[in-house]
């Protein structure tokens, strides 16, 4: 009797976990994931108060889990799921203590979750390295940690797990996904096929010759903000919405020329690119566009002086062999070898911050110093 006792004592020790009764391996199973797994999803412990978990909430592979399924194949309730548990954690976080290591803890998977939630969005496909649109050469970037925002959804582009690409014509950035959204054509191929300016100031046509729409995009505006806020575009008079407007600062042509106004104004941003392209560029003839300029800026007469010495210097620099493979001519404004007239946006810049004026005063005395004690050509004459 006192055998049979013993043995019946080490059965219930030892019992299988195989011979549960039916129905009771998965109410424990349920009781234990409605405590634990909304508290492991948040990385908070069971202690936490006013952290109650009402709903199940299901694994999300934010941890190790050998048994998840395989890694590209994702259902549309995981994104369901993520937003679930992004709105559950970001109410945990208002209720505990502020400022404790459990607040934190909880933020920082907020963050995990928003990254896995953008991650599913935007999934890291093999993407080419180079695309071609609308005269747009785009190729993707290797960066993961600069921080870019898209050119076309105004959306930050968040390199660790986002495809995005630049143009090498005119900087365009954009998300793998925008590319296809793009309509606008590369900048880049407009200043090199029409490289010139627009000369007026503000050129302001009024919104209704733009049917209440984007100089750009086509989307809806108004001076009111509904829809959408319309801004003016300095350079070009038109207006745009916030997605092709973001207030960026350029210096205008027309205002330097006119009135040798250097304040910079606000401009779209297909005009950003424009300007940034052509700023060096030697397009503007000032004796023709406003020849009254040069009767007000001393500074402009000076450089005009020192640019026609130049060029009365060049026929020794080109019988020179010595100078010619010196390569003194080369210059970084190779216009002022080649004429006295043209100017850039740049060279203006440079004038009106009194550093044109200096370079160019360095670049004069060296040619005179080569003709009159370093040349041959000269010494023999």
């Known amino acids: 009797m006192e055998c049979d006792e013993k043995l019946v004592r080490f059965r219930q020790a030892h019992l299988n976990p195989f011979n549960k009764q039916p129905g009771q391996g998965q109410h424990d199973q349920e009781a234990g994931d409605d405590l634990s797994c909304r508290d492991s999803l948040l990385g908070l412990s069971h202690g936490d108060p006013g952290f109650q978990c009402s709903e199940r909430v299901m694994d999300l592979g934010l941890a190790e889990d050998h048994f998840s399924r395989p890694v590209g194949l994702f259902l549309a309730s995981d994104i369901q799921q993520l937003r679930q548990a992004i709105e559950e954690c970001k109410q945990v976080i208002l209720e505990l203590p502020e400022h404790s290591e459990r607040q934190k803890d909880a933020v920082v998977r907020l963050i995990h979750l928003r990254l896995k939630l953008q991650e599913l969005k935007d999934p890291n496909e093999d993407e080419p390295n180079i695309r071609v649109l609308l005269e747009h050469r785009f190729y993707k970037e290797k960066s993961k940690s600069v ?45 090199s096929h029409q490289a010139e300016y627009e000369l007026s100031i503000c050129p302001e046509t009024g919104l209704d010759s733009q049917d209440y729409r984007c100089a750009e995009c086509r989307a809806p505006i108004s001076l009111r903000g509904v829809p959408s806020e319309a801004r003016q575009c300095d350079y070009t008079g038109l207006y745009y919405c916030g997605n092709c407007h973001w207030n960026d600062l350029a210096v205008i042509p027309a205002r330097v020329i006119h009135n040798w106004d250097f304040e910079p104004r606000k401009v779209s941003r297909c005009s950003m690119r424009y300007l940034a392209l052509m700023v060096s560029r030697p397009v503007l003839k000032l004796r023709e566009i406003n020849p009254l300029l040069f009767n007000y800026v001393e500074e402009l007469v000076e450089i005009r002086k020192l640019r026609q010495d130049i060029l009365l ?27 006295d007239e043209m100017y850039s946006l740049q060279d203006l810049v440079d004038i009106q911050a009194g550093r044109l004026s200096c370079s160019l005063t360095e670049i004069h005395t060296l040619f005179a110093k080569h003709i009159k004690l370093d040349c041959e050509v000269g010494l023999g004459g």
Not at 162 to 181: D, I, M
Not at 321 to 327: C, N, P, Q, T, V
């Open 313 to 339: 210097m060049k026929p020794y620099f080109i019988t020179c062999k010595e100078a010619m493979e010196a390569r003194l001519l080369l210059q970084d404004r190779q216009h002022f070898v080649e004429n």
């Open 147 to 191: 921080k870019q925002t898209c050119d076309k959804c105004n959306a930050i582009i968040w390199g660790l797990i986002q495809t995005w690409y630049t143009c090498t014509g005119c900087y365009y950035r954009c998300h793998s996904k925008c590319l296809n959204l793009i309509t606008k054509p590369c900048v880049r191929s407009k200043v």
